[in-house]
């Protein structure tokens, strides 16, 4: 069982940045790929960004590609999501996942996660 917790959300003016925190118990963090989603009011949960458990490798939606970074402290059992030149649009709940390593499927896909934080709230005004 693994447990996520994201911090990191709140108001910020567009052009601005946040940084998204997402700590996981477990001391088998670094065999989980981790990734991002996020939810905006009356749309489905979106691919944002995803990590992968071995390499790092990173994956990345094209509307925040070249915006968002992913990143991971395998040391720390955290994941992070640096979110520069915020846009309105970017402005949904957040969500942290985590897949086993044994599981296969493209990355941007919510069924192939194990496990889910709650979530963070970013609004990003105009």
């Known amino acids: 069982q693994v447990q996520l917790v994201e911090s990191g959300g709140g108001l910020v003016q567009a052009g601005g940045s946040l940084r998204l925190s997402c700590a996981a118990s477990?001391?088998?963090?670094?065999?989980?790929?981790m990734g991002w989603f996020r939810q905006a009011p009356g749309k489905e949960r979106e691919f944002a960004a995803a990590?992968?458990?071995?390499?790092?490798?990173?994956y990345y939606a094209d509307s925040v590609k070249g915006r968002f970074t992913i990143s991971r402290d395998n040391a720390k059992n955290t994941v992070y999501l640096q979110m520069n030149s915020l846009k309105p649009e970017d402005t949904a709940v957040y969500y942290c996942?985590?897949?086993?390593?044994?599981?296969?499927?493209?990355?941007?896909?919510?069924?192939?996660?194990?496990?889910w934080g709650q979530g963070t709230q970013v609004t990003v005004s105009s």
């Open positions: 990590i992968s458990s071995s390499v790092g490798s990173t």
């Open positions: 996942a985590a897949r086993w390593l044994g599981h296969s499927g493209p990355y941007p896909l919510p069924s192939t996660y194990d496990y």
């Open positions: 477990g001391r088998t963090f670094r065999s989980y790929s």
